[in-house]
Structure formats: structure tokens, C-alpha cells
């Protein structure tokens, strides 16, 4: 089952090579790793897509906790939680597909932030889900490039990770 | 480049005592003076109070050894490879239970030191690593003696630390010995450039220190402690599976008050032995591949488990989906979240302290009248008998070439079981678990998790090191042995009379065994040709080597080699080549299915 991990750790050189290293020498899946600093420069706020069985993902989070540079671990996945990615992708954008790349991005609410007479470059946040939907939708042929952030999560309502 | 270390030159192992409690503070200097950071290390390790560092000096770490050369508080031991100077603090951790402290260069100093960390960590041994590195403008450049530690010793390291600002030299040592030594015990590696070693900055070293991302739990639940008890007390067959754990918290003598209140059968895994005594009459025997039968056959048909220390691994279950098969209630006792529902499903979590959980199972079954079903636990202990009577352990004692568990078994009448006996890997390991009795923690060293040869004669020195009056020796074979052979030349400068016993069967005998067993006798690569004279190589370091060869030779041997007390004595027994371990779990097998002798 896939499941959305979100941790704080110190925010030091080679934490990030703890936690990746962690998954490889273990043999756990990362489908997505995001991580940034916090409002607190101290700590960075990570967040890991990965999947396994519940035995599997329970052995995640405690090897997660165990690491001395990880200050909390909390499975979004347990509660109410939101999630989003951001993907840049630029398309071929000419002639009478000008007009359709235009309103296939208004309809995902998106944004066009870059143009040149070929082409869009297209700024689109959502779920992993929507973003793949939105290239599903445009002509394959017209994909000149695209970037993914990760998915970032949040727990709904008053739940907070903090320390 | 010759170094020698005067501070020590050799003095006899009778001069090597603890150290006397460090009472000085750390603020003699004047507020402003400024140390190096390599004065810094030093005046850390001896704040820490470390008595031996045990190390091999090269460039990038000339400074620190400077400012060792200038002090005789931390005495260094020079190894003659990285390798052993990382086994040799482990010895000294693992007789002591304090952290064992290294030093090495960067580069080849420190890859040469992997194995040991790695070793250490397998079997959570409390240790701090400090090694050299090339000055901070020079990293990432490919300069001489470059290699990523940091990166290179990550998987096999508790925490590590790269100092890039002497400033914060003091705090980063005094966090990695309180890693080290706190929680599951582990080795912390400090990796300090040569640029920071020679910046100077005023010298504090902090008295407490808090991590926000490290607290171990000590406590255990008291919920869960209850309910383990009243797991226990339901039982009717009862079973106390304890490992190095127990070991590690020093933790045996309310193990054995748990288990004789309670009148239940205890196994030891093999880097527990010795946390619960071998003669009692509780005693299983140890566990496992090649544990004994009753051990393992009660461990697999026990109705409640009490694992204290432990980890369930390969070696001692065997294959998990056979053990799963019979219904069993699982307690299980462990300071790390991680070792547990890790290889099995446990019934009842208690995350802590072991020692501090077993006081508090202790206390809280002197508050109950309930006692154990009596009735039950005697048709448990008939059973037990009953597998017992199998005498897995049994051997042709008559035979006339040299058995080597006859070996073991006369070590252990001539020494009483009172040797601090350290084991290198393979055959003899196991012959020396299953007959040498060890009835007391801390006297039994050897690589459980990692496995790794060569680890004998380096454990001995640092556990001689560390206790000078205690007769230590190291079992081993032709094969381990010469793994880390140069040590010998150590135990000559540091005068420790250490006895070497070699099991010789020209083999590399568990290897052999698995080829005989599982690749039709195809003995690739596993004969040991070319074995040098160990009787001259003995004497060529300046040591006693003697050769015995008849079983009859093998008691006065022994008891010559442990007369000669100001002596090295390497006893090279020349033993059959094709005796095999027994019983034995073939691996993916379960613990029901043993190839008995």
C-alpha cells in the first residue's frame, strides 16, 4: 500500500544521504523524496512516497526514528492529510494546437509562466494523480519536457508537525 | 615513517590498570587560552577518562598524535593494521562494557578500519572513532589519502560526524561518546580535517549535553510489563530466549533472578552466553545453527516466549515462516523500537532498558500471589529432559587423532571456566560456544553478527589490556588466525601473555563442512596449503609456540601454556579435518529440523 511519510530532521550535511541510504541498504521503495528547510533553518521538513505491506512500513518508521539526525516521523497516511506536486512541462505549442494547449491548461488550472512562438511551458500543482491525468489528456507527441517536484503532504485540520 | 610511542614503552601488563578517576576540571587553562583541536581531542579523551586508544598514526592525523605524544593520561596501543586497532577497542568494550576508543588516518587508515566498525556495529559495540582527514580546502579534491568517511562508513556506523569548525570539535566528541554509549550501544565515528586539528579556539568541555532527535526510552511500559507477567504466570511451556542484550546492559543478574523465580528453561543466543550461568540446571544450552536440541526444540514448541536482548536473526531461527508455523505468545524485551516485529510478529512490545525492565518484571511479580501452573511446568520440563537425552553434543572421545571439541572441553577443566575466552569465526567458534561453560557475562568475545575472522587475537589484546589480571585466550583456526596474524608483533611490545589456541585442521573448516553438506564434497578453495611453521612463526615474534599432536598431549599442554604466565603461548593442535559441527540447522531450514550427529 502506498503510504506518505513526513519527518523533520536536522538540517546538516548528509542527513539527506542517512535517510536515502536508509531505503537502499534496506531495500524499501522510495517512489518520491522531497525535502527543503523550514521556517526554523535548523530543521528541514522531508517528505517520502514510498509503498509496502503494513509489516514493511512499520520497519520504515522505526529505522526512520532511529537515525540520529530525524527529530519526528509521522505517517500522513494514518489520518486525514493533504497532498501536492508541482510539475513543469513544456509543449509544443504552434499553430491551431496553440489554442487547445491553452485551454487544456485553464480546465487543470494551470498556468502558462513561459512562451515562445512553438511553444508553453506549463506550471501545474495537484496530486500525483491530476498531474499525470493532465498528460494523459494532452497529445503525447506535443511532451517536449517535463519536471516533477515530489509529492509534499500536510495532515488535515489542527493536526501539526512540529517539535 | 617509524613511530614509536615512548609514553608506554613496554612496562608489563601489571602497569596497565585503570586509570585513576579524573578529577581535574576542564578549566585549568586561563579563560583565554586558546588549544588546538588537536590538544582539544586529547583533553576530550581524557575527560572522557579513556585509559587506552588503540591506533595506527599517518598524516592526516600527525597533530593529534603530537599532542598524544605530549601526555601519558590516554595511553595509545599501536596495532600493526587499522583493522585490529578497531577489534582490539572492541575487546576492550566488550570485557569492560565502556567505550572502546580508535584512532586512525585518513584514507587507507580508515578503510582498512571498515571492517571493524562494521564488526562493532553488528554487535553494538559502544565505540568512538577518531579519524584523520585532509584539510577541509583539499576535500572533494581527490587529494592524497582522500576518501569520503563520512560516506564510506554510514551504513555501518550508529551516527558520524564530519568537524569542519574546530569550535565545535569539543561538543561533537562529547555527542559521540554519549551516542555511542547510550540506547543500543553502537560505534560514532568523528572525522576531523587536518586544518581543524591545527586552528585553535578556547577549550570548554561540556559537562551534560541534550540531542532533540535522540532519546532513548529506558522505561519500559508498565502496562506491558503487567501483562507480560501474566503471560508468564499462564504459561505451561514456558520459555526465556536472551541474547547479547542482556549482555549489554549488564543485565544478568536480574535475568538469572527472573528466571529462578520463576523456575523456567533459559537459552542464551551465542553472543549472550555467559548472562545466564552454563552449569545451572535452568540452562538449555545455547540456541540456533548449531545450538543444542533441546534448546532449539523447546524454543520452537514453547507456548509463551520470553525474548530479552535478542533479535530473532537467521542464525537463530532459522527460516521464519517454519518457526511461525507452531502458535506461540511472544514477549519481547529490547531497547531498539527496530528489533522488534522485525523477523517475527510479537505479541507483547516493551521497549527499554533490558535491565531496567527485567528490575521492574521483578518487582511486579513479588506484588502477585499467582506462582507458575506446577503441574504443567513439570510435564514441560519432562519433555525438555527427554530431549536432552538426544546427547546432541556427543563425540567420539577415544578417538585417537585430536577431536576439537576434546580440546574445548580440556580447556575448560584446566582453566575452571574462568578464561576470558575471545574466538575468532567458523568451526572452532562453535565448538567453543557449545563446550566451553561460561558462567559469568563479558568473558566470552567474539564477531556473532558481522562474523568476522581475524577478530580473536585483537579482542585478546584489548581485553588483556583492560584486565590485566584475568587469564585470556583465543580460540581459533589456521585460517582465522592469520587474518590479523601481525598482531602477534603487538602483544610483544605490549608484554600480554595471551595463549593462542589453534584449532589446525588444515581447513577452513566450516566452509568445508557447507561443501561437504550442501555442494557435494566440491572442497573449492577451502584447503589451507602452504601453512607456515606457527611453532617458528610463534618464536620469530618472540613468543612460545608448541606444536601437539596426540590427544594425550592435549591436557599437559594446556596446562603448561597457562604456567608460563609472563608468556605468549601459541598451541598449535594439529585436530581431525573432517569433524563437523553438530547439530546443525541448514540454513532456510527451522529449528525442528536439525541434522543431529
Not at chain 1, 518508521?61 to 492529510?81: A, C, I, M, R
Not at chain 2, 528490575?359 to 514441560?380: C, F, N, S, V, Y
Request: glycine share 8%; aromatic share 6%; charged share 25%.
Amino acid at each position: 500500500m502506498r503510504h506518505i511519510i513526513s519527518l523533520l530532521l536536522e538540517n546538516e550535511a548528509g542527513a539527506l544521504s542517512r535517510v536515502s541510504g536508509l531505503f537502499s541498504a534496506r531495500g524499501y521503495n522510495i517512489e518520491s523524496l522531497t525535502v527543503a528547510p523550514t521556517e526554523d533553518p535548523t530543521l528541514s521538513r522531508m517528505t517520502i512516497v514510498t509503498s509496502g505491506s503494513d509489516d514493511v512500513i512499520e520497519q520504515i518508521t522505526k529505522q526512520l526514528n532511529k537515525l540520529v539526525d530525524v527529530v519526528k516521523v509521522v505517517d500522513l497516511s494514518d489520518g486525514e492529510h493533504i497532498e501536492r506536486e508541482m510539475m513543469l512541462v513544456k509543449v509544443r505549442a504552434a499553430g491551431k494546437d496553440r489554442e487547445e494547449m491553452k485551454r487544456m491548461t485553464e480546465i487543470f488550472r494551470g498556468r502558462v509562466i513561459d512562451v515562445t512562438d512553438k511553444s508553453y511551458t506549463i506550471e501545474l500543482t495537484g496530486t500525483g494523480t491530476k498531474l499525470d491525468a493532465f498528460l494523459n489528456a494532452i497529445e503525447r507527441g506535443a511532451i517536449l519536457e517535463t519536471v516533477r517536484t515530489g509529492a509534499s503532504g500536510i495532515g488535515r485540520g489542527d493536526r501539526v508537525l512540529k517539535i | 615513517m617509524e613511530m614509536t610511542t615512548p609514553g608506554i614503552a613496554p612496562q608489563g601488563a601489571a602497569s596497565h590498570t585503570e586509570p585513576a578517576p579524573h578529577t581535574e576540571s576542564p578549566h585549568t587553562e586561563p579563560p583565554h587560552t586558546e588549544l588546538s583541536g588537536a590538544e582539544i581531542t586529547v583533553r576530550c579523551l581524557q575527560e572522557e577518562g579513556v585509559p587506552f586508544v588503540f591506533g595506527y598514526p599517518g598524516g592526516a592525523i600527525l597533530p593529534i598524535y603530537d599532542e598524544m605524544f605530549k601526555q601519558d593520561k590516554v595511553k595509545h596501543v599501536l596495532v600493526r593494521h587499522e583493522q585490529a586497532a578497531v577489534h582490539g577497542a572492541e575487546g576492550y568494550a566488550r570485557v569492560t562494557g565502556k567505550v572502546g576508543v580508535v584512532m586512525v588516518t585518513s584514507g587507507p587508515g580508515l578503510t582498512n578500519a571498515v571492517t571493524g566498525i562494521a564488526t562493532a556495529y553488528m554487535d553494538s559495540i559502544p565505540q568512538v572513532i577518531i579519524s584523520g582527514q585532509v584539510p577541509t580546502h583539499a576535500i572533494g579534491q581527490d587529494a592524497f589519502q582522500e576518501v569520503d568517511t563520512v560516506g564510506v562508513t554510514r551504513p555501518c556506523v550508529k551516527h558520524n560526524f564530519l568537524v569542519k569548525d574546530v569550535r565545535e570539535l569539543a561538543m561533537t566528541i562529547k555527542k559521540a561518546f554519549y551516542i555511542a554509549a547510550t540506547g543500543r550501544p553502537g560505534p560514532v565515528l568523528v572525522d576531523i580535517p587536518k586544518d581543524v586539528q591545527l586552528s585553535r579556539t578556547t577549550f570548554h568541555y561540556p559537562a551534560s549535553m541534550s540531542l532533540r532527535s535522540y532519546n532513548p526510552v529506558v522505561k519500559g511500559h508498565a502496562g506491558q510489563i503487567k501483562k507480560a507477567i501474566q503471560l508468564l504466570l499462564q504459561a505451561k511451556r514456558p520459555m526465556f530466549y536472551t541474547g547479547g542484550g542482556v549482555v549489554l546492559a549488564d543485565a544478568s543478574k536480574e535475568l538469572v533472578e527472573l528466571v529462578r523465580a520463576l523456575g523456567y528453561p533459559c537459552t542464551n543466543t551465542l553472543m549472550g552466553l555467559g548472562a545466564y550461568p552454563a552449569s545451572d540446571r535452568q540452562f538449555v544450552g545455547m540456541l540456533g545453527m548449531h545450538g543444542t536440541y533441546e534448546a532449539n526444540m523447546a524454543m520452537q514448541h514453547c507456548d509463551v516466549l520470553l525474548a530479552v536482548g535478542a533479535r530473532f536473526d537467521d542464525r537463530v531461527i532459522g527460516n521464519p515462516r517454519h518457526f511461525d508455523q507452531e502458535q506461540r505468545q511472544i514477549i519481547h524485551v529490547d531497547i531498539d523500537p527496530s528489533s522488534i516485529s522485525k523477523r517475527v510478529k510479537v505479541d507483547v512490545p516493551i521497549v527499554g532498558d533490558v535491565r531496567e525492565v527485567l528490575q521492574e518484571m521483578i518487582r511486579h511479580l513479588g506484588t502477585l500471589k499467582e506462582r507458575p501452573d506446577a503441574a504443567a511446568l513439570k510435564q514441560w520440563w519432562a519433555q525438555i529432559d527427554q530431549w536432552k537425552q538426544r546427547d546432541c553434543l556427543r563425540y567420539d572421545r577415544g578417538a585417537s587423532i585430536i577431536k576439537p571439541q576434546f580440546v574445548v572441553e580440556k580447556l575448560y577443566e584446566v582453566t575452571r571456566g574462568e578464561l576470558i575466552l575471545t574466538s575468532d569465526v567458523g568451526q572452532h567458534q562453535m565448538w567453543a560456544a557449545q563446550f566451553y561453560k561460561f558462567e559469568k557475562p563479558r568473558r566470552w568475545l567474539n564477531s556473532g553478527g558481522l562474523g568476522t575472522m581475524g577478530v580473536g587475537l585483537p579482542y585478546a589484546i584489548g581485553a588483556k589490556l583492560a584486565m590485566p589480571e584475568a587469564q585470556v585466550a583465543c580460540i581459533t583456526g589456521e585460517a582465522s588466525i592469520q587474518m590479523n596474524i601481525q598482531e602477534l608483533s603487538t602483544a610483544k611490545q605490549y608484554r600480554l601473555p595471551i595463549k593462542i589456541v589453534n584449532l589446525n585442521n588444515r581447513y577452513m573448516g566450516m566452509v568445508r563442512q557447507w561443501q561437504e553438506f550442501f555442494h557435494g564434497n566440491r572442497y573449492s578453495e577451502s584447503y589451507m596449503d602452504a601453512l607456515p611453521d606457527f611453532v617458528k612463526l610463534a618464536e620469530s615474534y618472540g613468543h612460545v609456540g608448541m606444536r601437539i599432536e596426540k590427544p594425550a598431549d592435549v591436557e599437559p599442554a594446556l596446562r603448561e601454556a597457562f604456567e608460563r604466565t609472563n608468556d605468549l603461548v601459541f598451541l598449535d593442535f594439529i585436530t581431525d579435518q573432517t569433524e563437523n559441527v553438530f547439530p546443525m540447522v541448514p540454513g532456510g531450514k527451522g529449528l525442528s529440523e536439525m541434522i543431529l550427529v
